[in-house]
């Protein structure tokens, strides 16, 4: 069965940066796209991007240019999202989400059980 | 930027029908999808490509979209149903956001 496991939550300093894994098992990783959501704590989602799992090519949504960075290890089905510069607004939880195509689309099937990442002093 | 507008709330009564409506300017041109998040869970999409209905969806949830507006029905609502729904679409630019969520009560 197809499956999104994510790393667990963190705890960091403004400024710090962080790396949150998300390991899918269940299915060829280089196959369908894969989306990252961030939640802020009692706010509606919020679509960061996609990364082409096959050729890697990462696509970022308007609001999440600069500080954020997808990438992929395909030799063992992850995918990572790095946010560096932290500030304290950079406070969610963090969800990748697998798509049913290559491409994005609005589909998101699977979805990691996220990762609470706190910024704070 | 993008804006997708969904009413604060809707509240009906065991067995009845709640419709949620979400407003976007580039509905006539691009699906929507809708997601149901259920207190800390995951979001789950419910219908995608404006009135398809997942496996696994039960047949009560469907959706229906015209010129700028897209509704999510769920007929028969149960109180398990009793969630957040999001609808999720794309701009022409292909960035796709989601909506500003409904918050859904069936008691």
Known sequence: ?121 | SYELTQPPSVSVSPGQTARITCSGDALPQKYAYWYQQKSGQAPVLVIYEDNKRPSGIPERFSGSSSGTMATLTISGAQVGDEADYYCYSSDSSGNYVFGTGTKVTVL
């Open chain 1, 1 to 121: 069965q197809v499956q999104l496991v994510q790393s667990g939550s963190e705890l960091k300093k403004p400024g710090a940066s962080v790396k949150v894994s998300c390991k899918a098992s269940g299915y060829t990783f280089t196959t369908y796209a894969m989306n990252w959501v961030r939640q802020a704590p009692g706010q509606g989602p919020e679509w960061m991007g996609w990364i082409n799992t096959n050729t890697g090519n990462p696509t970022y949504a308007r609001d999440f240019t600069g500080r954020f960075v997808f990438s992929l290890d395909t030799s063992v089905s992850t995918a990572y999202l790095q946010i560096s510069s932290l500030k304290a607004e950079d406070t969610a939880v963090y969800y990748c989400a697998r798509g049913d195509l290559s491409e994005v689309r609005g589909v998101m099937s699977y979805w990691g059980q996220g990762t609470l990442v706190t910024v704070s002093s």
